[in-house]
């Protein structure tokens, strides 16, 4: 047998390593609904939603019970999603173009953001930077002309309609419109790595549904709302099938969260929305209603089928771990971790604290603050009395007990980890309000407190309650316009 030199030999070894292909870069599917909460879904332990779509996608990879939105309302988690930063940096930290002042207010709103900082990296135009083709179907509440998604890195956007008469081939949402066109985007850019932002505008109010849904779900905490939520689940499917029709669901990777928790006081003119199971308040809420969400990653030969991940994760989390994913270097200053590892091998990251800060008033009661989750342990710090709550939220997901006067150095710990935190990402801060008046802040934030109101289990009384409570703030807000 001849043998060559090995001179020759490494030669042609380090050709061969040279010219060989790299690993084909995952498409990305990222589908975002609104106001959707971590208990809408029956993989979460809802009973009476059906969600047959949703559940088979969870069964085929992983699904989060800790993740959390960026805020407790959309723009400021939209933006935390685009950009990897925490709002609080972004000064963008309430829905556009917010709310005004009130006599009901004891503080002063600041002034936000009005749109996404031109200036910043984001997701998409970073991804299309490393070879991908880019969409985003749907809301995107980040601003108007000169900021829309095709201003920060988007190759196409289609807004669809918010709105639309239920039909066969239609939800009461607009879900069918924007998943057709999301899979046409798909189809047209096949043969490359692609990002599909898909954010739904439903289960969000006002809503309606088909005829023949509602009455399938006549049995549900509110059937219409329970309706529109197996609409959403059912677009879901036809994406999933689209993927599969095109031959590329095995190099893909779908992400399915919402944009904070569920809505669970009554506004505009549904009375009853949904609930969110044993967790406090809901949308536009520091308890964890408002800021847990459901979180589905599937990513074929990847993430292990019927995972489980209990580790906290939070909105601006996905720009790093998607980067990674793509083999694109992740930028320095991010507010986000990636916890890529922790999908594609098991390694859990290195624990840390998650962070809110939210200084306005919300339009469903939610009063200004910050908060913390370090470990179990939650706090509280509101802005209005400089007081704080704490809770242990292993052993009280639900925020009833208050431990803080239990714990007092523990509050002291996480109330100055919490003010590091604010001074270092320069978190605007609220003044007083000279027009405030006692009366009719009481009226709308403390008698009733919309955070302690249960509709899963609220009597008739009390729910009469809630709707005398949301006139008066319906008033309140309209004055502000």
């Given amino acids: ?123 998409p135009g970073l991804l299309k930077e490393a070879g991908y083709a880019t969409g985003c179907f749907g809301k995107w509440h980040l601003g108007g002309k000169g900021h829309l998604p095709t201003d920060h890195g988007f190759d196409e956007f289609y807004p669809g309609q918010a709105n639309t008469t239920p039909s066969v081939d239609e939800g009461g949402k607009g879900e069918f419109g924007l998943t057709a066109a999301a899979g046409a985007f798909a189809e047209k850019n096949k043969d490359r790595p692609f990002f599909v932002y898909l ?71 549904h009375e009853r929305v949904t609930h969110n199971g044993r967790l406090r308040a809901g949308k536009g809420f520091l308890y964890e209603g408002g800021l847990r969400v459901p979180l589905i990653v599937r990513w074929p030969g990847t993430v292990k089928p019927g995972m489980v991940i209990s580790t906290p994760v939070q909105t601006a989390d996905w720009l790093p771990t998607l980067l990674e994913i793509a083999g694109r270097k992740v930028p320095a200053g991010l507010d986000g971790v990636s916890f890529g590892g922790q999908l594609t091998g098991g390694e859990v990251p290195v624990p840390r604290s998650l962070y809110w800060h939210q200084p306005h008033y919300t339009n469903q009661g939610g009063r200004p603050g910050s908060a913390i989750r370090d470990g179990n342990w939650k706090l509280i710090e509101w802005a209005e009395d400089d007081s704080a709550e704490l809770f242990d939220l292993t052993t009280d997901p639900g925020e009833t007990t208050d431990l803080a006067a239990k714990y007092p150095d523990r509050v002291k710990t996480l109330r100055a980890k919490l003010a590091t935190w604010r001074t270092g990402l320069g978190a605007q801060t609220m003044s007083p309000n000279p027009a405030f008046d006692t009366t009719k802040h009481r009226a709308l934030y403390i008698d009733p407190d919309p955070s302690k109101f249960a509709p899963a289990t609220a009597s008739p009384v009390t729910f009469e309650a809630m709707r005398a409570w949301r006139k008066r703030t319906d008033a309140a807000v309209a004055a502000q316009r």
């Avoid at 085929?60 to 990897?84: E, N, V």
């Avoid at 669901?249 to 399915?256: K, P, Q, S």
């Fill in 1 to 123: 047998m001849r043998h060559l030199p090995l001179s020759l030999v490494a030669f042609l070894f380090l050709a061969s390593t040279a010219t060989a292909a790299p690993p084909k870069q995952p498409n990305i599917v990222l589908i975002l609904a609104d106001d959707l909460g971590a208990f809408d879904l029956a993989c979460d332990g809802r009973t009476d939603h059906r969600t047959p779509n949703l559940d088979k996608l969870a069964a085929a990879g992983a699904r989060f019970t800790a993740a959390y939105a960026a805020a407790s309302i959309c723009s400021p988690t939209r933006a935390a999603l685009m950009t990897g930063l925490s709002p609080a940096r972004l000064h963008l930290t309430t829905f556009l173009p917010g709310r005004g002042d009130a006599p009901s207010q004891k503080l002063l709103h600041p002034t936000i953001a009005t749109h996404l900082p031109a200036n910043t990296a984001t997701l």
């Fill in 199 to 269: 954010a739904h505008n439903a289960p969000h109010i006002p809503y309606t549904a088909r005829p023949d849904r509602v009455k399938t779900n006549a049995a549900a905490f509110e059937p219409t709302y329970a309706a529109v939520v197996e609409s959403l689940d059912a677009s879901v499917g036809q994406l999933l099938q689209t993927l599969d029709n095109l031959g590329v669901a095995d190099r893909t990777i779908v992400i399915f969260t919402s944009d904070n928790g569920g809505l669970h006081v009554p506004e505009l003119k």
